[in-house]
């Protein structure tokens, strides 16, 4: 499956950005999909993630303020975030993980700045 990352951009703390992952394929049979980031100078982290039946889970850092979702018949998923600030400052990548492996999308950059 292919994975196209989009949304990110610079936004003012407090502000909010959307980011959406379009799959290359169906995505309403896909066991988990989701988004890590990664920061400069620190390790890949998760962010939030869906399953095939609409379960989620949420960092600590985000929970409360990001919310994914999914859009089944155009076979994408969305990042809703809010009240943004410089530490959610990252590269975010979207992932699928099915049975036959994790695939990653490309990441798209958010940057908050003060």
């Known amino acids: 499956v292919q994975l196209q990352a989009s949304g990110g951009g610079l936004v003012q703390a407090g502000g909010s950005l959307r980011l959406s992952c379009a799959a290359s394929e169906s995505i309403s049979s896909i066991h988990i999909m989701g988004w890590y980031r990664q920061a400069p100078g620190k390790e890949r982290e998760p962010v939030a993630t869906i399953s095939n039946i609409g379960s989620t889970y949420y960092s600590n850092s985000v929970e409360g303020r990001f919310t994914i979702s999914r859009e089944i018949a155009k076979n994408t998923i969305h990042l809703q975030m809010n009240s943004l600030d410089q530490e959610d400052t990252a590269v975010y990548y979207c992932?699928?993980?099915?049975?036959?492996?994790?695939?990653w999308g490309q990441g798209t950059q958010v940057t908050v700045s003060s």
């Open positions: 992932y699928v993980w099915k049975p036959s492996g994790a695939y």
